[in-house]
Every structure is written in C-alpha cells, then in structure tokens.
C-alpha cells in the first residue's frame, strides 16, 4: 500500500517512483522518454555535506539544503541559493544532488548550468529536437541548475525554462537554483520566471568570517591528507579575502610547493609561496575609491556622496561609505567628516555606529556592504 503511486510520480512513502515502462501506452498522453542521467558524471564527487564547512555566512543556506535533500519537493520548492563567486553554492547544490541519490537511488537527477541548458536547446533547434529536450528535462526528479544570472536577455531559453519550471513544479519535483544575487536583483530576467524564484525560499551564503576560513583551510588540509599548522592556517586566511576558491587555491599552492621542494609548511614559507596571491589582494583603497564604489551602488553622483545635502537619499548612502572609510582605511574620524562635506567627527561616528547597529538585523544592508567591499577588493 505504501508504494502506491500519487500525482507526480511520488510514493506515499515519499519516495520517487519511476515513470512507468508502459507510459507510451497510456490513452491521453504524449510519449515520454525517461532519460537516463548519469549523476556520478554530472556531480563532484568532493561536493558533499559532509565536506562542506558551516559558519555564521552559510549555516542558513547549509540548512536549507539539507532539508531539501532529506524531503525533496516537500521542503521548499524551489530553493533558490545566492551568493558571490566562488562562496560555496555549487557545492551545497552537488551536495543535495549526492545526499537525494543516497536516499533514494531510484531518482533522477540533473545538474547544469544555465550556459548548459541554452546550448542544448540551440542544438535541439538547429537538428529539431524540441521534443526529446523537453522530455529530458521535464520527467528529472531534481534539477539543480548554476548561475540562473546568464540567462539575461536570452528570451527564448528564458521562454522554455519557464515551461520547465512550470512542469516540474507542477509534477512536485525538486528544483533548486543558484545565482550570484537574488531574484528581485535580475533585472533582465523575465517577471514571470523571477516571480517563480520566489515561489520557495531564498537563502544568500555570505563570505566567511576568519574562523570560518581557517576551519576550511583545516578541512581542506585533511582531504590533501597534509598536516596544516594554525599558525599558517591563520596567516593564509587572514591574507587571502577574496573567496573559498582564492582561499583553498592559495592552500593547494602552498601545499604543492612544499611537497615538490621538501620544505615544511610554515608561515615563513607561506610568506614566500604566497606573495604574489597576497600582492593581487591588497589593492589600495581610498576614501575616494570608496565614495565612486558606494555612489555607483545607489546610482548617486560622487559630488552627491561628497557634499552637505542631508536629503533623505542621500544620507544612508554616505553613511554606509562613512562606515566602510573607517573599516577599510587608516584615515582618521576628523579627515573622513573632511572628505564627507566637513562633517564634525562626532557625526561621522555616529554615521558609523548607526550602520553597525543596522547591519545585526538587515540582511540586504550586510550584502549589500560585502558587495561593495568585494568591488574594492577587486
């Protein structure tokens, strides 16, 4: 009784149920080809939960995922995942991807990129075969599908992942996405198909704090079966701001190094392995570099940013690239209230403390503060 199947091809049992071999048969329905996904060739085989390191920036989105991949289509569907480059979101994708099949060996799953899923419909097209696409796609159990963003201004694979989505969602199958914003932020991507984004839950990964990266660096380590000392998992991640990627990158560099040389990891030779990594990373940030980076931001003018006017527009802006001064130069409360409209430096810091106190409780303030840092980090 319990693997009676229900709409969509779920069992009671919540499981997926294969589609029937006799499919074709049934009176009423189109032809449907199950396509056999090789999910061992689509997936990393390293981008698991159990590798994944969880901080203070990814625990919600870790969370998401997990519950995803424990009741697909059942949690939230879809689950729609944002974040910088190179922050983690592919990994908890692969990682929903790995733990469904775990679970239920039977379910299909899809992983691509948005880039993918636009060359095989141009390939479909050109040798006209729509319908064998559309069967791929839509008969999938999960689809996990990477940078949504690069569909902009593509209207015609906008037009059939749209019906795609419609399908699945329909059909209760799982569809997770990733983008390196969210979706009220596409603003070349239809309304319709960002309205669906939003149908399930948005979760954003935000850079890792220190304690994060040397924890990945740590964990990193291990998998290269390499014994990393804290001393130079601190400097490492103390030097390197970018990303997780910059930051295991410069790990396997250093770890390469010292083993092709026979020297042992120390923070001397990661001082010397690393230079270059480093160099690239301390880029020279100004007041002024701040005031261009925070005025292109809010779509403001930079004598706008740099004057006395107080309207409404323009006072949180100018207090957000205040705060930023103070975070990310050596310049002093008296020489920011100079640069910022001869400001008295009791102004200035309230600027910045009132930035600080908003940023605890509004998540768009935090990435939208960690997004211009990123931009002038270049």
């Not at 001393?231 to 770890?255: C, H, K, P, Y």
Request: glycine share 6%; aromatic share 8%; with cysteine.
């Amino acid at each position: 009784q319990a693997q009676r199947l229900h709409a969509g091809g779920l069992r009671a049992d919540g499981g997926f149920a294969p589609a029937p071999a006799h499919a074709h048969s049934l009176p009423g329905r189109a032809t449907q080809v199950r396509f056999d996904w090789d999910t061992a060739a689509q997936l990393n085989p390293r981008y698991t939960f159990d590798a994944f390191v969880i901080g203070t920036g990814n625990q919600f989105a870790h969370a998401a995922a997990q519950a995803v991949a424990e009741r697909p289509s059942k949690a939230y569907n879809p689950l729609f995942l944002y974040g910088g480059v190179g922050m983690g979101k592919t990994h908890l994708m692969q990682a929903i991807g790995h733990e469904v099949k775990r679970r239920q060996p039977e379910a299909s799953i899809c992983y691509l990129s948005s880039e993918k899923f636009t060359n095989e419909m141009i390939n479909s097209l050109r040798y006209d075969k729509m319908i064998s696409f559309r069967d791929k796609f839509r008969n999938v159990d999960v689809l996990l599908i990477d940078d949504i963003q690069f569909l902009a201004q593509k209207e015609r694979t906008q037009e059939e992942f749209f019906h795609t989505f419609n399908a699945l969602h329909e059909s209760m199958k799982q569809i997770v996405i990733a983008s390196d914003r969210p979706p009220k932020e596409l603003a070349e991507i239809e309304d319709r198909l960002r309205n669906r984004f939003e149908w399930g839950l948005i979760a954003d990964i935000q850079p890792p704090d220190l304690e994060t990266k040397v924890a990945i660096l740590q964990k990193k380590a291990e998998s290269e079966r390499v014994s990393l000392p804290t001393d130079v998992a601190l400097f490492i991640a103390s030097n390197i701001r970018s990303n997780v990627r910059e930051l295991e990158g410069a790990l396997i560099r250093l770890i390469a190094y010292c083993s092709l040389t026979a020297v042992e990891v120390t923070t001397q030779t990661a001082q010397q392995v690393l230079k270059n990594f480093i160099e690239a990373q301390t880029k020279k940030i100004t007041i002024e570099s701040i005031q261009k980076a925070v005025a292109e931001q809010f779509g403001l003018r930079l004598t706008e940013i740099k004057a006395k006017n107080n309207s409404r527009a323009i006072v949180r802006p100018r207090q957000i690239a205040m705060y930023l001064t103070k975070h990310l130069t050596d310049a002093s409360l008296p020489e920011i209230g100079r640069q910022f409209g001869g400001k008295h430096h009791t102004t200035v810091m309230h600027s910045i403390d009132k930035i600080e106190q908003l940023r605890q409780g509004d998540k768009d303030l935090s990435r939208t503060l960690n997004k211009i840092t990123e931009t002038l980090n270049g």
